[in-house]
């Protein structure tokens, strides 16, 4: 068998895993997909929302919450990895004749799946209001692939994270962390009607980046600033640049760990 074959095969190992758990804790499962599911109907019905967006607010909040979707569950994936590095869990991989990137492509593998899963629950929760996709079946497919670009990038991140934080109670810091980066986007409203330096940090956002190119291809009008022209562009670099620092960053920290 080849390197590549051999890797392949321990990273489907450690997803199959990874994927043993959902059967074990399926609460922890139902309860990552229901949050953004939460999230959508309070901004979209019970706290308003749309300040400065013309026409159906559904339209716009649903590329939006796509989008915030892929970057919510990153504290679930570094409390399972430090739970492993803390139980000993990691070392009895060590001990294995595998790949030491194996096992964190495995822990990411399983968790894009999840995200894939959560990203079908969101989308037949909007279709259920009412919200509908005019941008085509390429549209949708092209949007979805940029979704889960974004969340891939963000679980490397996680990885990474966890293995320098170490413990389970230093999740809790990032997670207060994440909020506002999630936030800072264009999920809910639209930048021109923020303070100037406010709104040029939220376009930048890799988050808002995805969200407007979603929103592109759904068909709906998000032009006006460079960031907006060229959101396809930002939304797929983001996360290639993400992915550039972070993943080896994570698999060089592995291997120090098992030095």
Do not use: C
Request: glycine share 10%; charged share 15%.
């Amino acid at each position: 068998m080849t390197t590549a074959t051999l890797f392949l095969s321990d990273a489907w190992t450690m997803t199959r895993r990874e994927l043993a758990h959902w059967a074990r804790m399926p609460w922890k499962v139902v309860i990552a997909i229901a949050f953004p599911v939460m999230l959508l109907l309070m901004f979209g019905y019970l706290l308003g929302g749309g300040r400065g967006i013309e026409g159906d607010y559904l339209s716009y909040l649903m590329p939006g919450m796509l989008a915030l979707t892929m970057a919510f569950g990153l504290e679930s994936t570094m409390t399972a990895v430090t739970q492993d590095l803390n139980k000993g869990v990691i070392d009895r991989f060590r001990s294995l004749p595998m790949a030491d990137s194996a096992v964190l492509v495995g822990r990411s593998a399983a968790d894009l799946l999840e995200s894939a899963v959560s990203l079908l629950v969101m989308t037949g929760t909007g279709l259920a209001l009412g919200w509908r996709w005019d941008g085509g079946a390429a549209g949708f497919a092209a949007a979805a692939g940029l979704l889960l670009l974004l969340r891939f990038s963000m679980l490397w991140i996680g990885i990474y994270l966890a293995m320098v934080a170490g413990r389970t109670e230093l999740v809790t810091a990032v997670q207060i962390l994440i909020w506002p980066v999630a936030f800072l986007s264009t999920a809910f409203a639209i930048p021109t009607e923020m303070p100037d330096w406010l709104g040029a940090a939220v376009e930048w956002n890799p988050l808002s980046a995805t969200a407007t190119a979603a929103r592109d291809l759904a068909g709906l009008d998000t032009g006006g600033s460079w960031a907006a022209d060229h959101a396809a562009l930002l939304a797929v670099g983001w996360p290639l640049v993400l992915l550039a620092v972070f993943f080896p960053l994570a698999v060089n920290r592995f291997r120090g760990l098992s030095g």
